[in-house]
């Protein structure tokens, strides 16, 4: 037998009516089969532990097989529910001839998993069923208590350790263990045993001071002995309104006792410095009947989810969540179970009929868990707790809701009302969407969404939702001096979620109307807003008031895309700033997406012109910069969809990664040219490589740590910072941004320190310097600084600037490194020419189709030095970017291959030469002659 871990028992009935054949179970565990032979010749057999126990950390595996001389068709199942294979539950058949075998694996096995099971094989009006149960025993949970014992001097006290869990009680050995830090067993004469499980310690004042410990097979549970000095605060003895009673402790200490009876779990309190009891904490107290019902409700979440199983749930809690004596541990496990539940309906393979009496259960349910008078106390510990609570049964009532609509009949609406909401669901063609449809008494708030909206043609689904009670436990997050966010509700909450053409209302971009009653207030006060989820606030921003009086308002609402969530995903800036910060991303966006594309595609033109590492840097970047612009503007609001929503998050972490690595590959490429004068390759492929390279692994080493957790909110499908994951990038990017402002500061130093600039004025200087930053600072990507700096609204500025120069980055990069560019300008002007000439030499071949009498005079001009001995029917022009080339003339060309080269000047004395040997003396080292196309140039 094992001691402290949770242990199963398996035994099998496999019954016949003719025979049955069974071994004896023995101490070595041998397996047990049973063969039944029915009229129908179906024969079974399960493989069976008895009389065995295994751990519950364990794998426990179970193999039936059944033999026919026709094709079988099996199932198992558990009470009444069918199994099916999940993440822990491996079921599975195997086909062969005149047998099929099943096997049903626990990995690990589960206290939820005891219980009657069986598999049955049928073919035509004939089957066979062979029935097994499991029985499985919790792990031993100890708790020792008082967690710190406080003695005067000549006092006494006991320490009790008591196995919290009855369940496994009879797993555990006739005593306990006790032990003092370092493994020395505390001598057992000591210990008093009160009962199975249950131990007591006594201690007085000459005891040593410090913990002292117990435990089921090891020691793990520690407790402290503190013997009180003369003139320190204590908290008195006291009894809390729950009967816990709380002993003398010395100050500064938190206090951990059982929870009272009927709850698991332990209760805290804290004895501060000044001997004052703080508030009780029951947050982890839970009763035990709400225990069972979540091993059920994990139970559904791992089987094949069904109707009747979830009505069967929400029906048991309904009933649990109607008592009165609930902690604020219970109200935290009713908002998890429900959660739970309605995320294993949506995600159900096959639809989920939800009818009217299930959908009762659920809004009850709910109804019970915002009840203030019963749970008000208990709500500020759970949100103290876990402010996204609410939140989060706000998120469970508009999933199940569309579940439920999906399951009406077109355009019947059913309502359901309860003291604290109001939930409405239905499926609607060719009309509007009201709610609420029918009048709710001593109620007028309502809303509106127009048919003009979607589809008419089409089925709509939706939910909405009156909460006369929710405004109440959503917990502002007053973290943070702006003001903005410190809003206070002065109506009701109305909630609406729809579904039409698998599209949910965020992406159909739809206008809501609501119009709420409220009480007499000063107009100028009131705003129209919504919850934001993420940020734990109420946010204005896309909501606006019409129609105003002191006790009406009406509200027209939308959502906005603002691009300085990328580094600063939960800045707060007021309602206006953020309409403009819109409007400058998305105009931003569009331009640089332009600019990026006109960039790519003149850079592939001129190739021949521009080709360097610089270029081809400056290419990748630019294709970086439209995937990331255009994934942004596309997906960053597809909140809808979570699978999607963390899609996108992770396609824009690694294409914004790899714009920041090719930004410093271009920085180092840069700076190598300036300070060193080596020629040696700068391994382009090994450059390129990593900067796509390394994003992929820093984003999948993220996923994979992460759990894919922090990738998409409810409000942007982009990187969150609650859990960590936005530092993925700022910490690669503040990287980034601090070695380019170095490679800036350099190159400038280098610059400056030229005897060009030195002769040069201040204001030279001056100007010089700006168009280099202009270059430089698009492709070094150091304005991303601006949304660090942008920490509250006081310096929204740094918001405006980030924008600006981010939205707009792609556009900037085609400025400065197209337009102003003079490689592109002189390959634009060689294109223009070599088109030009093509042209030329066109009219120019027509004329010389047919001999003349003018050929003799050619071959007598050719022998006085012609270009190329006739061969060539084309001028050639030659520009030179050399310095000895004077800016007047850059070249010298001849519009007619017989016409003779200009002579030297005087002052030289020399002899007329050819035009050939003219051209090939006015080459410059590293230039080349390039024949018909009217121009050289530098490779």
Partial sequence: MFYGLGIVSIRGDCA????????????????????????ANITGKCNQTDQTYISGETTVEVGCIFQSSRNLAVTCQKGDTLISSSDRILYRTRRQPHSISVQLKFTPILRRDRGNYSCKATVDESSREIPFSMQVFENPTVTLFPSTLSLQKGGQRNLTCKVTNTGAVKTIPASLIWCRPGGSIIDKSKVVRVREGIERLMLNSTDASGNYMCGVTNCTETATLVVIKPGEKLCPEITDSRGTEWPQTVGNTTMVLPCPGGFQGNVRRVCDVTGEWEEVNYITCVREEIAQLEEKVASITEGAVSSEAVKNVLEKLQEVTKVNDSSAGDLDKFIDLVDTLVSAVSRSGSPIVVDTATARSFVNVVDNILSVDTSKEDWQQVQKSNATKASSLMRAVTSFGLAAAASQTVNEPLTINSSTMVMEVAKVKKQDITFPTENLEGEKSSLRLSQENYDAEENVAYVAAYYGTMDRFLQRNNSGDDKSTQKETRSQIL??????????????????????YHGQVDNAELECGYWNFNKGSWRTDGCKRSHINSSFSRCDCDHLTNFAILMSPTRVVSDENLRLLKIISIVGCSLSILGCLVTVLTHACLWRSVRSTKSVILVNLCMALTLAYSVFLAGVERTENKAVCTAVAAILHYLFLAIFCLMFAQGIDMARQVVTVSRRSSRLEVVLALSWGVPAVIVGITLGATKLEGYGNDQFCWLTVEDGVLYALVGPALFVILANTVIIVVIMRVLFSTKMMIRKGNREKFMVSFRSLCVLMPVLGVTWVFGILAFNEDTVVFQYLFAIFNSLQGFLIFVMHCIFNTKIRDGLRTVLRRYLSQIYESFESKDRSKPTRSDKTSDFTNSRG??????????????????????????????????????????NRKEPITYTQELMNRIQPGQTLIRGTHYASKL
């Fill in 16 to 39: 016949s009516p003719t025979s049955t054949t069974t071994t004896t179970p023995s101490t070595t565990a041998k397996p047990t089969t049973t063969t039944v032979i029915n009229p």
């Fill in 495 to 516: 909630s609406l979620a729809v579904h039409a053409g698998g599209k949910r209302l965020a992406e159909l971009n739809m206008d809501v109307t609501l119009n709420f």
């Fill in 866 to 907: 012609n270009l190329t001995e006739g061969t060539s029917t084309m001028g050639v022009q030659l520009t030179s970017q050399s310095s000895t080339t004077s800016p007047a003339s850059p070249g010298f060309g001849m519009s007619d291959p017989s016409q003779e080269c200009p002579r030297i000047s005087a002052d």
